[in-house]
């Protein structure tokens, strides 16, 4: 006899979970400024005191992952957001007032910015709290109620979060759930007033159709193959040390980690020693090493693997930088003399493989970036501005760092989101204020009525006069 549970022994509990919070969020529609503030203080007190058991928890769910990693990664962006968050919302609440035509005067326009009611997060497994957290600020600001699907590729840290939000927050205003897939593909079919996704674009794809059932507005927070540029004169020092550090950071298990690496022909050989050098000063050791990430399951690293053999295989060449892996531990590894019939060129890598791609013209890299779907980040190295306008007008991606990687993303009022299959909509700061409130029209007019002389029957000698004076 089957004893695995059924559609409705998943559902039912979320479903009841979700009534919950509804009939809470209705029992208080509009929190105040303070209210919310005392929310984002509790969620900030437990960042702090539980900073280590979370680093703790996330080493253990990689096999390995650098304490310090995880509190400048994680931990700081989440604390500065909520530090930042503070400090502008009694501004973001107030009504904004809109200028009014003659037209409809007397009167007033304003935009008043109301909470949606309950909002769902789905976290990935790369970066668990920053993930989860950034959403949940969001969303709480905004005044919501918060369901939190965490991953379950991270156990350890998914129970830590649910453990931690639950001593912080009554499960009405803020809940976690945990579970495997099918968890996951039922908390994507409730019906909530917003969704956020945070993961692969071919799960995307199933959120997308879930939500349509309800209507429920999406936020998609998704990857892609995200291009950094060398430009022709920067010094290749610089280059390579700072997409060394988004390239490794995670071991690469970042959603805006330089995927590939365009580089002016007559370079690439230099290019490769350069990055050779920061790599070994990074990490001087692989094996043991407390500083450089595990990828997260054997899945993964077999996933990764693919990638090599088959580069290899097609003909390029591959130059790990260590001699061999440890466990867990993949090499930061080039792939030189590349194709587009290789794996490694059509998926999102998400691991510290990193692709040469050489180039004669930055037109050249430019058509080679749009030829292909947009990303969820590009980087440009070089000093010259000229060609830094060129290739941020010429090209989309979700966001764009020149001279640098991955720090966008925490830079507390810049809003992160992509565009096309790397994602839709965006949040943090201000924008993710906006994503999860709703901004509502508000016309205000007095008791005395100036619109009744474009009431019917019309032709009148003051409606001639209006048309004259206003429609031309």
């Not at 989860?132 to 699907?149: F, T």
């Not at 998704?222 to 071991?251: H, Q, W, Y």
């Not at 030189?336 to 180039?359: A, K, N, R, T, W």
Request: hydrophobic content about 40%; proline content about 8%.
């Amino acid at each position: 006899m089957d004893s695995s549970p059924s559609l409705s022994d998943i559902e039912a509990p979320l479903a009841s979970l979700l009534k919950q919070q509804r009939n809470a969020f209705q029992a208080d529609p509009m929190p105040s400024l303070a209210t919310r503030l005392s929310w984002l203080k509790r969620l900030r007190t437990v960042l702090v005191d539980e900073q280590e058991a979370l680093a703790e928890a996330v080493s253990r769910d990689f096999g390995n992952r650098s304490r310090d990693e995880t509190l400048f990664a994680e931990i700081l962006p989440s604390l500065q957001s909520i530090d930042h968050v503070c400090k502008h919302l009694r501004r973001w609440m107030k009504p904004a007032r809109r200028p009014l035509g003659i037209a409809f005067q007397p009167g007033s326009a304003q935009v008043f910015y109301q909470p949606l009611g309950v909002v769902g997060v789905i976290v990935p497994w790369n970066y668990p709290i920053f993930l989860a957290i950034g959403p949940l600020l969001g969303a709480l600001a905004a005044g919501n109620r918060v369901m939190i699907k965490m991953s379950e590729s991270t156990p350890a840290t998914s129970q830590l979060v649910k453990e931690l939000l639950a001593r912080a927050f009554p499960e009405d205003q803020v809940a976690v759930v945990l579970g495997e897939a099918d968890v996951g593909a039922a908390f994507s079919r409730l019906p909530f007033d917003h969704l956020l996704f945070t993961g692969a674009t071919s799960i995307a794809r199933h959120i997308l159709h879930a939500a349509a059932d309800n209507l429920t507005p999406v936020t998609l927070e998704l990857g892609g193959k995200s291009p950094a540029i060398v430009s022709a004169t920067v010094p290749l020092d610089d280059a390579a040390e700072r997409i060394a550090f988004g390239k490794t950071m995670n071991a690469g298990q970042t959603c805006v980690a330089p995927d590939y690496v365009l580089v002016p022909e007559a370079r690439v050989e230099a290019f490769v020693e350069a990055y050779r050098k920061v790599i070994s000063r990074f990490y001087p050791q692989l094996s043991d090493s407390p500083d450089y990430t595990s990828i997260i399951n054997p899945r993964q690293q077999a996933r990764l693997n693919s990638y090599i053999d088959d580069a290899q295989t097609k003909g390029a060449r591959v130059l790990p930088l260590f001699d061999a892996s440890q466990e867990q531990r993949l090499p930061p590894t080039l792939l030189v003399d590349v194709s587009d019939d290789m794996l490694v060129m059509q998926d999102e890598i998400f691991g510290p493989l990193l692709p040469i791609v050489p180039y004669r013209q930055i037109d050249d890299a430019i058509a080679y970036i749009n030829a292909r779907p947009r990303p969820l980040a590009l980087y440009y190295f070089g000093y010259d501005r000229g060609e830094q306008q060129r290739v941020m007008e010429q090209t989309h991606s979700g966001g764009v760092g020149l001279n640098e990687t991955l720090l966008h993303v925490a830079v507390c009022d810049l809003p992160f989101g992509g565009i096309g299959p790397s994602g839709m909509g965006h949040y943090h700061g201000h924008e993710g204020f906006l994503t999860f409130s709703k901004a509502k029209a508000v016309l205000r007019k007095p008791r005395f009525n100036a619109t009744r002389v474009l009431y019917p029957p019309y032709g009148s000698a003051m409606q001639k006069l209006l048309r004259k004076l206003l429609i031309r």
